[in-house]
């Protein structure tokens, strides 16, 4: 299962993994405003939270930390 919140605590999308080879896929709202979001991820083994920054320049970019 994946969360993601922006800086508020306010819950933007949850889905539920979508994952191949070490490569997880989350699709995030078109109008999703630049800035900082973090990434609620858990799963059978795995509990962890990741932090994104989103920039857009012509197109979504995200970094995670």
Request: net charge positive; hydrophobic share 35%; no cysteine.
């Amino acid at each position: 299962n994946i969360q993601v919140y922006d800086m508020m605590g306010r819950m933007i999308k949850t889905n539920m993994s979508n994952h191949d080879n070490n490569t997880l896929k989350i699709d995030l709202p078109n109008n999703i405003a630049t800035g900082v979001y973090y990434v609620d991820i858990q799963g059978i083994e795995l509990k962890t939270t990741k932090k994104i920054i989103i920039t857009k320049i012509n197109q979504l970019k995200i970094k995670i930390y």
